[in-house]
C-alpha cells in the first residue's frame, strides 16, 4: 500500500493507517518473537536474540507504544515480561558495559513507570541511572561510550548516540533531587556540542579525549564514511538528542544546534527523501540508504517543533517531519503487507558490512513513535509529560 501523507482512506490519514499497520504487525511479531528481542534482519526475518544488546529496549518500547495506542492487554503483559528480563539483566550485570543504558531502561522500565505508575519500574530505572553513571569520567566530563575505564582504545571516546541515553540522567534527577545525575548529562551534552558538532552543523560519529587529563584530541568515525564525513544515523541522534537535553535543561545553545542540525538534514535529502547512509558517501544505484536515521530525525524535529514559537520556523520543523515520514511511508514501509519488519532499507553498519540494506528494530520503533507523536500526541518515553498515559 503507498499512500501520500496527504491521502485519505475512510477519513484517516495515511499516518494513522500507518499506525494502525505498525501495531497489527507488533501483534503478529509477539507470537513469532516469544521471549526473544529482534535485532536486525536477514532475508526479511527478523534475527531474535535474548537480552543482551544495545537494541533489546526498542521492542519493549514498541509493545508499550502499542498497549497505549490499542490498549490490548495482551501488549502489556507483552511488556511486562520485557521489563523483567530488563530486571535480571541488570541483577547480572549482563551485557550493561556501554553507555547505551538509556535505550534499555527508558523504553523499558521507565515506559511501564510512565504508563502505570508501578514503583518497582521507577527503582529498576534509578538502578540502570547509576549503572550509567559508572561510565562518567570527571577528567574530560564526558561519558565514556564503549570499553573499560582507562582502556587505550576508547578510554577517552564519546560518541553522538549517547546523546539519547541522557534523558535517563535527567529523569533521574527529577526523581530524587540528586544533581550529580542532571550535571554529568549537562556537561556531557555541552562538550558534545562543542566537539561532535562542526560549524557547518554536520557532525562527526565519535570524538576523542585524553584519557588521562581530558584535553580534546580528533573527531572520528566508527560508523560513517570517513572521519570527515556525516553519519546520516548520526545526524539524527542530534537533532533529537539535543532538542531533549533543550526540553530538560532550557539551555538555548542546545535549541539552536538542533535547528541547525535538522536543517543540514533536510538540504541534503535525495529526490526521494531517505537519505542515503552517509551525506558524504558517494552515491551510485546501490549506494545504501538508512531509513531509520529518517524516522530518528522525524521524532526529533517533531520535538524541536514543539519548542519553537508559532511561525515559519516551527511549521518547516513540523513540515519538514512529515515529509521524511511521506517519504518513509512511500518508499520503505511494508504497510498493507505480509511483513515482520515495519521499514526497509535501514542499515546497521554499511562500514563493516554489516546488514546494510534491512529491517532494523530501532528503525521500527522511532517510526512507530513519530507516528504516534503525529497521530496521538504520545511522545514516547524519554520525558514524562500530560500527554502520556
Known sequence: MRLRDDESNNGKSSFSLALEDAVGKTRANMERFGERFPNVSSNGKYDCIGNASWTCGFWSGMLWLAYSQSGDEAFREAARRTVDSFRS?????????????????????????????DPAARELTLRAADVLMERWRPAAGVFQAWGAQ???KNGGRIIIDSLMNMPLLYWASLQTGEEHYRHAARRHTELSRRYLVRGDDSSYHTFFFDRENGEPVRGATHQGYADGSTWTRGQAWGIYGFSLAYRYTGEPGFLDTARGMARYFMQRLPPDGVVYWDFDAPQAAGTPRDSSANAIAACGMLELAGHLQEGDERREMDEGARQLLAALIGNCS???????GL??????????????????IWGDYFYMEALMRLTKGHCGYWYESLVNP
Open 89 to 117: 539483566r541488570l541483577e547480572g550485570r549482563m551485557a550493561l558495559q556501554h553507555h547505551d543504558i538509556g535505550f534499555l531502561y527508558s523504553l523499558s522500565s521507565k515506559a511501564q513507570w510512565i504508563t502505570e505508575r
Open 343 to 360: 521499514l526497509r532499507h535501514g542499515s546497521y553498519s554499511v562500514r563493516a558490512g554489516r546488514n546494510p540494506d534491512d529491517y532494523m
Open 334 to 340: 511494508t504497510m498493507g503487507e505480509e511483513a515482520e
Open 150 to 152: 582507562g582502556e587505550e
